[in-house]
Every structure is written in structure tokens, then in C-alpha cells.
């Protein structure tokens, strides 16, 4: 077993996580069980999630979709052994097989102390939280995993994306139309240049104008973010399944590149 002083414990590093700006919830005893069997694994995580770096410029030039900066977290996690897997249930009635269904969950880990579940939601449709919830529930009624893990934006990530586009826009000359190649801005669809130009037309700014209109079509209200996934939970949704609930925090955008922010193994794993 992993050591257990107080700075590798549990609530050590579910504390850890919160004094970097993550937000964390657990519920249904996740945290005691995480405490006990899963030390190393959770301590892993940790190491990952606070190493963990996201570019303004990668953002931006990706169209806010995954890209590279959420493709780092998940080969990450996939070196450290949580690997997608494909859990597969099928009902037997007198021998003779009847219903069958498979449940996919992109990080997985085997452990000693049983089996922990984990989806990360960078930019989704919200009712995906939905999915994974009523997925982890399904599962841990069939003692498949112990408990379930969620990773989506944070609630300061989500009111720092439209001043930390904005201010790096600025920084970065964006005056026109013309900028944005020179940026390697490239994924934007129609509806989106008129938008902008609409603004540009009522004396905002370019930056600002491009700015606004960037976040609201790729990180609005409807898609997967803190408030959504809370809401869901205060409406029991996933119960009683044990749940850890992370969000990353605005402290993990940088203006510096990625290969600068290697995820540190801090305290490798227990198994």
C-alpha cells in the first residue's frame, strides 16, 4: 500500500487539488474508499490533473474542440494505466443467453483494491454527463468498478475563457480577418464570421468582436461544464454509485506552450 501521511492521503490530495483552484465533490462515501484502496491510483491522478497545462494558443487555433491539450491529459493517464475499456454484460437464463450490452469508458483502472472509472468531459453536448453518470451507476450495481470519475471544466475556467481569449488576442496584434491565418486560425464556420463582423460593423473592436463570439459558440451554457455536472448530482443523478467530481481551474490556461507543462508522475503508482 501507498504511504499514508498526511500529505499522501485522500483528503491530502483531494486538498491538494482544491488549494490549486480545482474544484472537487464527492459523494456516496467515494472519498473513505478512494482513502483506503485506491491511495497510489488517486495520488497518480493528482499529479496529472495539477501538472496539467492548457495553451490559449492550442485552444484558440484547435476551435476549442480536444486537439492536443486534453490528448496530453489522456496519454497521460493511459501511461499511468487507465486505459478505455469495454466492460461487456450479458444476462444467461437456463443456459441460454438472452440480452447483452456493452458499457465503453474511455479510462479505466485494475487496481488491487478493485476498479476506478473515469471520462473526461473538455467540450460536449451536456446531457453527456447524463451518459457517464447512468453508466457509472449501471456498472457499480454490478460491482464492476468502485467508483466513478468525472473531469470537465471548472467554474473559473468556464468565466476566464472569454478575458483570457480576449487579453490574448490583444497580445497578439489580431486587428482583422487577415490576422487570423497568421495565427493558424483557421476552424470557423460562416455563421461565426458574420457574427464578428456584425460586432466590427457596431465599433467593437476585432479581438473583442472575435473574442466574444469564439467562446460563446464553443464553450456556451449547453455544453459539458461545472454548473451542468453539479446540477445533475444535486439531482441524484448516478446514485448511490461513489462519485469524485473534478473540475480544472482557470490557474491551468497558459500563454506559454505545452511542452513547458509536462505532467509530473510526483508520486507514481500503487500497482
Known amino acids: 500500500m501507498s504511504d499514508m501521511t498526511p500529505g499522501n492521503s485522500s483528503e491530502g490530495m483531494i486538498e491538494r487539488l482544491r488549494a490549486a483552484g480545482f474544484d472537487v465533490l464527492t459523494r456516496n462515501h467515494a472519498e473513505a474508499i478512494l482513502a483506503h484502496d485506491f491511495p497510489g491510483e488517486l495520488a497518480t491522478l493528482v499529479a496529472q490533473l495539477t501538472g496539467f497545462r492548457i495553451s490559449i494558443s492550442e485552444l484558440v487555433g484547435g476551435g476549442g474542440g480536444e486537439s492536443g491539450q486534453t490528448q496530453r491529459l489522456r496519454n497521460a493517464l493511459h501511461d499511468a494505466q487507465w486505459r478505455k475499456h469495454q466492460f461487456s454484460v450479458q444476462t444467461i437464463v437456463d443456459g441460454t443467453p438472452r440480452d447483452s450490452i456493452s458499457h465503453e469508458v474511455d479510462h479505466v483502472r485494475f487496481a488491487p483494491g478493485g476498479t476506478l472509472a473515469l471520462e473526461i468531459e473538455w467540450n460536449n453536448k451536456d446531457p453527456f454527463f447524463d451518459r457517464d453518470l447512468e453508466n457509472f451507476q449501471r456498472l457499480h450495481a454490478l460491482s464492476a468498478i468502485s467508483v466513478g470519475i468525472i473531469v470537465t471544466r471548472g467554474a473559473t475556467m468556464q468565466q476566464a475563457f472569454l478575458p483570457r481569449v480576449t487579453g490574448w488576442m490583444k497580445a497578439q496584434g489580431l486587428g482583422a480577418e487577415e490576422d487570423l491565418e497568421r495565427l493558424n486560425i ?18 467593437v473592436p476585432f479581438a473583442e468582436a472575435f473574442a466574444k463570439t469564439f467562446v460563446a459558440s464553443k464553450f456556451g451554457q449547453a455544453t459539458t461544464h461545472w454548473a451542468k455536472l453539479e446540477d ?40
Open 186 to 203: 483557421t476552424e470557423r464556420t460562416r455563421a461565426q464570421r458574420d457574427a464578428v463582423a456584425r460586432q466590427v460593423a457596431r465599433g
Open 232 to 271: 445533475r448530482v444535486a439531482r441524484g443523478v448516478g446514485n448511490p454509485c461513489p462519485l469524485l467530481l473534478i473540475g480544472l481551474p482557470d490557474a491551468i490556461l497558459t500563454d506559454a506552450t505545452p511542452a513547458e507543462h509536462v505532467p509530473p508522475d510526483l508520486f507514481g503508482d500503487s500497482g
